[in-house]
């Protein structure tokens, strides 16, 4: 694309913290947003600033007892807008921002650390149950109803006796009706693999030969359409997830980035589900557009549909720190 019309990627202002960021989330509905951490004390932190103008206040802080390690709003209607939080004791929190003097409900989720949390069915356009999937360092993946909160109404756990692999990240899909759910989850030797929640069967089970950082399809609330895949060794795959071959699974297309960092995940535009920015691990975010083949779907030797990939175009780039981008959101209002 030519410099001059490519969208610009422009810092209004930049905050130094006291604390060690891992999460950070847009409050639905309004110009704050939280930010998810750890004291140096080995405590957690939940901090909400607002913005004001060209720069932003730190409005709340609460210290915890254990480090929070990721958080959503996914679950959570936009009336009561509660944030999920998983920590590094293996707990599962859901937070009325309003008080957080006490959370309005937590669980033991994992026997170890919270590596990654997403929720489903509470916004306003969303299908089904208000769902919230964690994954952690011992390989499962659960999923939690918050209407429902002894136990998990779903758990993808290792076979008995094989190795646990730590699963690094985890994405809801394909909620287009209140019966279909899908979950993504991406794990540390490269297995990604795709759970559906309607039949509890595993869809698709591949691996990208890296450690996987991130996954995210495009939209929740949609048939699922394409999904990107982010992994060590500063690659990132995209796949078409429209047509899913009996053999050759979803067709895919794989970009590495220039800087040759770690992905550390993607997160696609709200407002254009095309257009998706990439977290690079030195500190430069990569705005990448999808575009779609001629043709999405073409038949093989033995008449079998299969999938066909589009290809990536990278609109701009910019270097905003000296360390990993580890967390990015998009504000959905703006």
């Known amino acids: 694309m030519d410099a001059k019309a490519a969208p ?22 309004s110009a704050r947003f939280v930010v998810l ?4 004390r080995g405590t957690g932190a939940i901090q909400v600033y607002e913005l004001t103008g060209q720069d932003c206040q730190l409005v709340k802080e609460t ?6 390690k990721c958080g959503t709003f996914g679950a959570s209607s936009l009336t009561e807008r509660r944030l999920a939080t998983g920590d590094f004791g293996g707990y599962l929190h ?11 409900w937590e669980v033991k989720a994992h026997t170890q650390i919270v590596n990654a949390i997403d929720g489903c069915g509470g916004a306003a ?4 149950a208000p769902e919230l999937a964690t994954c952690g360092r011992d390989g499962a993946v659960r999923v939690w109803d918050v209407r429902q909160r002894d136990a998990p109404v779903a758990c993808f756990e290792p076979k008995e006796g094989s190795q646990a692999r730590d699963c690094w990240t985890v994405a809801f899909g394909n909620s287009f ?8 989850a991406g794990y540390d030797n490269g297995d990604v693999k795709m759970f559906d929640l309607r039949t509890g069967t595993v869809r698709l089970e591949t691996n990208v030969r890296n450690g996987v950082c991130g996954v995210q399809f ?23 997830a429209r047509t899913q071959h009996p053999k050759k699974g979803f067709a895919s297309v794989v970009e590495r980035v220039p800087a040759g960092a770690t992905v550390w995940g993607s997160r696609h535009m709200p407002q254009n589900r095309e257009v998706f920015m990439v977290q690079g691990g030195d500190g430069t975010l990569y705005l990448y557009k999808y575009q779609y083949p001629d043709q999405r779907q073409v038949k093989d030797a033995e008449d079998v549909p299969m999938g066909v990939a589009g290809s990536l175009e990278l609109l701009n780039k910019k270097n905003v720190s000296t360390q990993p981008i580890g967390s990015f959101a998009w504000s959905p209002d703006k």
């Not at 009706?177 to 993504?184: A, K, V």
């Not at 929740?220 to 078409?240: G, P, R, W």
Request: aromatic residues 12%; negative net charge.
């Open 125 to 128: 356009k969303g299908y089904g």
């Open 218 to 240: 495009d939209r929740k609330e949609i048939a699922m359409n394409k999904f990107c895949v982010t992994c060590l060794e500063s690659q990132f795959h995209v796949y078409d």
């Open 94 to 104: 859901m937070w009325d921002l309003e008080d957080s003097s006490r959370p309005v």
């Open 177 to 184: 009706n209140d019966s279909e759910r899908c979950i993504l």
């Open 63 to 68: 210290e915890k007892k254990k480090e929070f």
């Open 8 to 29: 610009q990627i422009l810092e209004l202002f930049n905050k130094s913290v006291n604390i060690t960021v891992y999460d950070t989330q847009w409050i639905p509905s």
């Open 37 to 40: 951490g750890s004291h140096a």
